[in-house]
């Protein structure tokens, strides 16, 4: 059975306001930005972190759920 943090958690992104800009960063040595996706008010990202993703930054008033809580950008 899966335990809480492996990698394959997801982890939901609330947006609170139009224009939350959610990046992907690289995993590995070389860490650079390599996706953005843009949410609007109201709208929802589930992801995941990968093999290809290992942080992430959110940009914008947002509520952040994950299996260590729950955290908001305000
Ligand atoms: N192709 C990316 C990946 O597999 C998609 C992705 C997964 C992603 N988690 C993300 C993009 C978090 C932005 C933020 O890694």
Known sequence: M???GDK???FVI?????GVNVIGLTRGSD???HHSEKLD????MIAQFTDHTS???I?????IQT???EVSTE
Do not use: Y
């Open 2 to 4: 899966e335990k809480s």
């Open 8 to 10: 394959n958690d997801f």
């Open 14 to 18: 609330k947006a609170l306001e139009d």
């Open 31 to 33: 860490t650079r930005f």
């Open 41 to 44: 008010r109201n709208e929802v």
């Open 55 to 57: 942080a992430v930054k």
């Open 59 to 63: 940009r914008g008033k947002a509520i």
């Open 67 to 69: 299996s260590h809580g």
